[in-house]
């Protein structure tokens, strides 16, 4: 099997916690992606349902790929 080259790399840690966002006096609650300590991306619920949708099916895809 190839490993592909940014296997070699470090990988950095993802999490995700429930998070309001607050711009120009609006509130937008929401998913909050950090790496790290840093906010990298602010998902609305239907956002991050969206992308759990994709995540799941990627995964059901390689173990599909693996039988």
């Given at each position: 099997m190839?490993?592909?080259?940014?296997?070699k790399e470090p990988r950095f840690?993802?999490?995700?916690a429930p998070r309001v966002f607050k711009k120009a006096g609006t509130h937008t609650p929401g998913?909050?992606?950090f790496s790290d300590l840093y906010l990298v991306q602010h998902l609305t619920q239907s956002e991050?349902?969206?992308l759990a949708d994709q995540l799941v099916d990627a995964a059901e895809q390689?173990?599909?790929?693996?039988?």
């Open positions: 190839k490993v592909p080259v940014f296997a840690t993802l999490r995700a998913i909050g992606v991050a349902l969206a390689i173990e599909q790929e693996e039988n």
